[in-house]
């Protein structure tokens, strides 16, 4: 893009810094964050001026306020406008963002949102499903700040985006960040199975297969979380109807 030093910001514009917003924690949405720069140089704007608008869409995060963060105060009308509309379908924000920068010819280095097809035999529909799934994935750990929420474990290459409602089930939560936990791989298989739930008030539930297992390796390493509370997300809180659903649909009980 053009540079915009100065210039207001236009909708596409606010659409890509939502979409990062989204994807990197709060407290690295500063200047000298990579991504920041990168996008800063992909919009022809200064990496404070990204950085401001990023913190601007802080500004109406309800998550952010829970914990005492506040975003920046200046925001716009149409900061508000893309935050709603886009908190409303997020599969409409990752496929817009990714559009723009396949328009504007960026590269697949640069945020991880763009993901072009590998060879002649990917369909458009498995882009689709891979970049639907590289938003989700970084939009929910930096959520928990690459944390699984239940062990504390943060290693990175153990750590999942688990869908609540699975991809199959909804293709509207697909993307939804609040339809997400960021669990370490044993958990995440757990709560697949339905052999672990999170309760409304975010308390950790474990099946009665589980509790009367007589293992002491389970009890020392899984069942021992059994009723505590999740380490809560810094942003998009998991959606009390997700976890609903999960109970009612998969949870053995």
Not at 1 to 23: H, N, T
Not at 68 to 97: C, P, Y
Not at 177 to 203: Q, W
Request: aromatic residues 10%.
């Amino acid at each position: 893009m053009r540079s915009r030093y100065g210039e207001k910001w236009s909708r596409e514009e606010l659409i890509l810094a939502f979409d990062l917003y989204c994807r990197i924690p709060f407290q690295q949405t500063k200047t000298t964050n990579p991504k920041v720069q990168y996008l800063a140089h992909f919009l022809g704007r200064t990496p404070a001026s990204v950085a401001r608008k990023l913190g601007n869409f802080g500004a109406f995060d309800p998550e952010l306020m829970r914990i005492g963060i506040s975003g920046l105060v200046h925001t716009s009308k149409m900061d508000r406008e893309i935050w709603v509309e886009f908190n409303q379908d997020w599969n409409a924000l990752v496929l817009e963002a990714h559009r723009l920068r396949q328009e504007h010819g960026d590269q697949p280095h640069s945020t991880g949102s763009l993901v072009q097809p590998e060879g002649p035999t990917e369909s458009i529909r498995e882009t689709k499903v891979r970049v639907h799934q590289d938003f989700f994935r970084e939009a929910v750990l930096s959520s928990y700040n690459g944390t699984c929420c239940i062990t504390g474990i943060r290693i990175p290459e153990c750590l999942i985006a688990s869908h609540i409602v699975p991809w199959s089930v909804s293709e509207e939560k697909r993307t939804d960040p609040s339809n997400g936990l960021c669990l370490s791989a044993t958990f995440d298989r757990l709560f697949d199975k339905g052999l672990i739930s999170i309760t409304g008030e975010m308390h950790i539930e474990f099946s009665k297969r589980l509790l009367n297992l007589d293992d002491p390796a389970v009890q020392k390493h899984v069942i021992c979380y059994h009723t505590q509370q999740i380490l809560l997300p810094h942003r998009f809180i998991p959606s009390r109807d997700s976890l609903q659903w999960h109970r009612t649909n998969i949870f053995l009980g």
